[in-house]
């Protein structure tokens, strides 16, 4: 199992910028996509970045042009890099390693714990 832990969420005002990271431990393996999930208060977790060990990278609109995830394999961390950050960004984030077996076939979900997001005046 794959042990993921999350930093560098706090309050920030609107325009500003955050940059979350993700330590993974235990039997993490070049092959794993990893990827950045967040949640709001009573709306469902959704997508915001994956990035494969290839460096191909997935964004969903709304991170498009704003967010940046990037890795370092060597280490084991993973980044999310938020500029001009919304109120409407306030949300828990989640990292995310999931292993590829194959670009069809994946294994289960690995989640860290979240760290708090907050975007306000």
């Known amino acids: 199992q794959v042990q993921l832990v999350e930093s560098g969420g706090g309050l920030v005002q609107p325009g500003g910028s955050l940059r979350l990271s993700c330590a993974a431990s235990?039997?993490?393996?070049?092959?794993?996509?990893m990827g950045w999930y967040r949640q709001a208060p009573g709306k469902q977790r959704e997508l915001v970045a994956r990035?494969?060990?290839?460096?191909?990278?997935d964004y969903a609109d709304f991170a498009k042009g704003r967010f940046t995830i990037s890795r370092d394999n060597a280490n084991n961390l993973i980044y999310l890099q938020m500029n001009s950050l919304k109120p409407d960004d306030t949300a828990v984030y989640y990292c995310?390693?999931?292993?590829?077996?194959?670009?069809?076939?994946?294994?289960?979900?690995?989640w860290g714990q979240g760290t708090q997001v907050t975007v306000s005046s």
């Open positions: 995310n390693a999931q292993i590829a077996y194959s670009k069809s076939l994946r294994g289960p979900d690995n």
């Open positions: 235990g039997s993490i393996f070049r092959n794993y996509i």
């Open positions: 990035i494969l060990s290839s460096g191909g990278t």
